[in-house]
């Protein structure tokens, strides 16, 4: 069975798109411009390990350690294009070892990670939409890492936390040439009914359901605050019958120069679970800092 048609299927999917906390409670320090990416170079078997303990929690996706890997961002760092293309399949490989060694029962995915342009930046941008390129720009920062994720094998793609329509846009320009990958959409927001630039959520809304590629689209890494009165909109002007997906962060602030959040309440994603899954959000998680015991009692909360 291929990913749409079982996605199609779901009630409810639980993903996990957190990989820095658990990284960092395996002692690898992200305060680095690649932040969990250079992991990829340095502590793989961690990462490893972090996709294994979401799968065994009950995960049904995980999403690759790429988020913010890109040819750019290791060129900076003074890696070749070669050497990119090999870290971002890695990333791939990494999360398909884990399926396979992992003792949970449920059906499970790996999702290649596409983080923003602003997550390249490392300055926060993928929280304000504060961008210093264009469309021609944004299109060769993320073509080859989407063709590179495709090429590796992973089973969907997971394109995340975009703040920019301008961005939106170029993804979804990119998306038209894998007709057959289904994807998972997400934005960060504003407030509960504009994406971090401003755009009104249901201009986003529009482009993402008329993406037949886009199997499930919602909101990643904002205040869990907006969630209730921003599934409500999403609702309110959905025209198809895609997933609406939902990750927020514990409402903590980012810190973009230390690479840390302010203290946070680590288990508002179970306490919140099935609020949010009767509003309508049928694709559940939990963004920067959740961590594989979380998922399970999210998991938990929702088979209650």
């Known amino acids: ?16 798109t957190s990989m820095s906390l658990g990284l960092e409670n395996l002692g690898f320090d992200t305060n680095n411009p690649l932040w969990t990416a250079k992991a990829l170079i340095t502590d793989p078997d961690k990462i490893y390990q972090v996709h294994l303990d979401f ?18 961002g290791f060129e900076k760092q003074g890696y070749s294009y070669e050497e990119s293309e090999k870290f971002i399949k890695e990333s791939v490989l990494l999360a398909q070892r884990a399926r396979l060694a992992s003792t949970g029962k449920q059906t499970k995915w790996v999702a290649g990670n596409i983080g923003p342009y602003g997550a390249y930046l490392a300055n926060g941008a993928e929280y304000t939409g504060n961008y210093d390129t264009d469309q021609a720009g944004l299109k060769l920062f993320h073509q080859d890492r989407m063709k590179w994720l495709i090429e590796a094998g992973s089973d969907l793609l997971a394109i995340q936390t975009v703040p920019s329509l ?33 755009t009104d959520l249901v201009v986003v809304q529009q482009l993402l359901e008329n993406q ?15 969630s209730l009165e921003a ?11 895609k997933a609406i997906a939902l ?20 288990s508002v994603f179970s306490e919140n679970a099935c609020a949010w899954h009767d509003a309508g959000a049928s694709w559940i ?14 998991k938990a909360e929702l088979e209650k």
């Open 55 to 72: 799968f065994n929690a009950g995960s049904n996706i995980t999403t690759t350690d790429s988020y913010q890997a890109s040819p750019a």
């Open 231 to 241: 599934i409500s909109y999403l609702r309110e002007h959905a025209k198809k019958s």
């Open 166 to 198: 301008l961005e939106v846009k170029t993804l979804c320009n990119l998306l038209d040439q894998y007709p057959n990958m289904s994807v998972l959409f997400t934005c960060s927001l504003k407030d509960s009914h504009h994406i971090a630039d401003g």
């Open 285 to 298: 998680s939990g963004c920067c800092q959740m961590i594989p015991d979380e998922l399970a009692r999210v």
């Open 1 to 16: 069975m291929n990913f749409k048609t079982w996605a199609a299927q779901q009630e409810t999917i639980i993903f996990d």
């Open 247 to 266: 990750a927020p962060n514990a409402g903590s602030t980012y810190d973009p120069n230390t690479k840390t959040w302010t203290v946070t309440n680590e």
């Open 212 to 226: 037949d590629n886009i199997v499930a689209y919602g909101l990643n890494c904002f205040n869990p605050e907006f």
